[in-house]
């Protein structure tokens, strides 16, 4: 099968991995050490220089083993991995999605910068943005769904065009499923740079995962992702991720040994065990999640449904076109009320897990506006749509009849 170009799916099982290098294990152990041994004093220093960028490596050259914070062989093997989905050139992983998003914003960003990003974005991410890189004299704009058409526009009117050095989006947006067109991003990005500034797009992906979208392919320069999520997808691991061009990745891997945040050989085990049925998981859940949402479209006490597999706006309509593969596993609704009548809801699910987080085995459902969104400011979280009403789920893998009962049931207390 030498001349057969393989499916992501197929090589998750092998890609990268070598069982004659440890002792005919079929799958990669996990190589639970903190640092390596050098054959030579020569060797250490020849690996000591490629990793601290001292030179370039030479052809053919292997970057080798030093130290668990720089590199580990279950660390490298998930990087090579997940590349596969995205065709990225690089891949860096992080212990957690936010360290994933705060290493590649610091990275990029210097005093005096701007940081022009889209809303809504993850609690998380609002925070970083609105309270930690807003400390360290970066400056921020965000901008609305709806200020699409006029973007570039709105940047000039700010006065700040010569200073915006990244613009930042989440898309589908976190908890509304609003889309952001990721190729009219990319040119505004490319309109901005200069000779000597080059104004990166970075893409949160996590919603859709490394399946339903690839925002590489539509002109952004990083990619990010909550592994945690549905790379993950067992509730059991906090992982981030960052992919792009070997360039970038580069510099955003110089940033991570120094910040000390890279994710560690366990973590980087658990990712691998779960790529091997990432394709099967997220199938279960999409098509799960297109019953489930047609269920809570016909309900009464169902007020709306966010959802991309029913988008009522041309625009956005347009947008899941152009870059989306699939409407995904997760969806918002609101219900007839207000908070009480949420939580009345969300305090009946039986089967449903009342929790934070999304994209794993088990179907997830929460309050965005007093959970994950709690710190968004309160006249930003009604102007962006996340009402008091509103519950967000992440549809998992079990029969979609049980799921649609135990929201029947649910909903039924009302």
Same mark, same amino acid.
């Given at each position: 099968?030498?001349?057969?170009?393989?499916?992501?799916?197929?090589?998750?099982?092998?890609?990268?991995?070598?069982?004659?290098?440890?002792?005919?294990?079929?799958?990669?152990?996990?190589?639970?050490?903190?640092?390596?041994?050098?054959?030579?004093?020569?060797?250490?220093?020849?690996?000591?220089?490629?990793?601290?960028?001292?030179?370039?490596?030479?052809?053919?050259?292997?970057?080798?083993?030093?130290?668990?914070?720089?590199?580990?062989?279950?660390?490298?093997?998930?990087?090579?991995?997940?590349?596969?989905?995205?065709?990225?050139?690089? #891949?860096?992983?992080?212990?957690?999605?936010?360290?994933?998003?705060?290493?590649?914003?610091?990275?990029?960003?210097?005093?005096?910068?701007?940081?022009?990003?889209?809303?809504?974005?993850?609690?998380?991410?609002?925070?970083?943005?609105?309270?930690?890189?807003?400390?360290?004299?970066?400056?921020?704009?965000?901008?609305?769904?709806?200020?699409?058409?006029?973007?570039?526009?709105?940047?000039?009117?700010?006065?700040?065009?010569?200073?915006?050095?990244?613009?930042?989006?989440?898309?589908?947006?976190?908890?509304?499923?609003?889309?952001?067109?990721?190729?009219?991003?990319?040119?505004?990005?490319?309109?901005?740079?200069?000779?000597?500034?080059?104004?990166?797009?970075?893409?949160?992906?996590?919603?859709?995962?490394?399946?339903?979208?690839?925002?590489?392919?539509?002109?952004?320069?990083?990619?990010?992702?909550?592994?945690?999520?549905?790379?993950?997808?067992?509730?059991?691991?906090?992982?981030?991720?960052?992919?792009?061009?070997?360039?970038?990745?580069?510099?955003?891997?110089?940033?991570?040994?120094?910040?000390?945040?890279?994710?560690?050989?366990?973590?980087?085990?658990?990712?691998?065990?779960?790529?091997?049925?990432?394709?099967?998981? !997220?199938?279960?859940?999409?098509?799960?999640?297109?019953?489930?949402?047609?269920?809570?479209?016909?309900?009464? !006490?169902?007020?709306?449904?966010?959802?991309?597999?029913?988008?009522?706006?041309?625009?956005?309509?347009?947008?899941?076109?152009?870059? #989306?593969?699939?409407?995904?596993?997760?969806?918002?609704?609101?219900?007839?009320?207000?908070?009480?009548?949420?939580?009345?809801?969300?305090?009946?699910?039986?089967?449903?897990?009342?929790?934070?987080?999304?994209?794993?085995?088990?179907?997830?459902?929460?309050?965005?506006?007093?959970?994950?969104?709690?710190?968004?400011?309160?006249?930003?979280?009604?102007?962006?749509?996340?009402?008091?009403?509103?519950?967000?789920?992440?549809?998992?893998?079990?029969?979609?009849?049980?799921?649609?009962?135990?929201?029947?049931?649910?909903?039924?207390?009302?």
């Amino acid at each position: 099968m030498s001349d057969r170009k393989l499916h992501p799916e197929s090589l998750m099982m092998s890609h990268g991995y070598k069982p004659e290098l440890s002792e005919g294990a079929i799958k990669c152990p996990i190589f639970q050490t903190s640092t390596f041994v050098f054959k030579s004093a020569e060797e250490g220093k020849a690996f000591f220089e490629v990793a601290y960028g001292i030179r370039e490596k030479r052809e053919k050259e292997e970057l080798g083993l030093i130290y668990s914070r720089l590199n580990n062989p279950d660390l490298q093997i998930l990087e090579e991995r997940l590349c596969l989905w995205d065709e990225a050139e690089e #891949c860096a992983v992080f212990e957690s999605g936010m360290s994933a998003i705060s290493t590649a914003l610091l990275e990029f960003l210097s005093p005096g910068d701007v940081l022009l990003f889209s809303n809504p974005v993850y609690g998380g991410t609002d925070h970083f943005i609105k309270q930690t890189l807003t400390r360290f004299g970066i400056e921020v704009i965000g901008f609305y769904p709806w200020d699409q058409h006029r973007l570039a526009e709105l940047v000039q009117a700010s006065g700040k065009a010569d200073r915006v050095r990244m613009i930042y989006v989440e898309t589908p947006a976190n908890p509304t499923n609003t889309l952001i067109d990721i190729r009219a991003c990319a040119a505004l990005a490319k309109a901005l740079s200069t000779a000597e500034h080059r104004v990166l797009l970075a893409v949160d992906n996590t919603y859709m995962g490394p399946l339903w979208q690839h925002p590489l392919k539509h002109g952004a320069d990083l990619v990010l992702y909550s592994a945690t999520k549905y790379i993950g997808g067992h509730s059991d691991v906090i992982a981030g991720a960052c992919l792009g061009s070997k360039e970038l990745i580069a510099r955003i891997k110089g940033m991570r040994t120094f910040l000390g945040c890279m994710a560690g050989p366990w973590t980087g085990w658990l990712l691998l065990r779960s790529l091997e049925t990432l394709k099967a998981r !997220m199938d279960i859940q999409a098509r799960n999640a297109e019953q489930v949402a047609a269920f809570l479209k016909a309900h009464p !006490m169902v007020e709306q449904v966010l959802y991309l597999g029913a988008l009522e706006d041309a625009g956005q309509q347009a947008i899941y076109d152009a870059q #989306c593969l699939a409407a995904g596993a997760m969806l918002s609704f609101t219900v007839k009320g207000g908070e009480a009548e949420a939580f009345r809801v969300l305090n009946a699910l039986k089967l449903v897990k009342l929790a934070v987080s999304l994209g794993s085995t088990e179907s997830l459902a929460e309050h965005p506006a007093s959970m994950t969104h709690a710190g968004v400011d309160p006249e930003e979280r009604r102007k962006l749509g996340i009402s008091e009403n509103l519950i967000r789920l992440s549809v998992g893998v079990e029969h979609p009849a049980d799921l649609i009962a135990d929201l029947g049931q649910a909903l039924n207390k009302l």
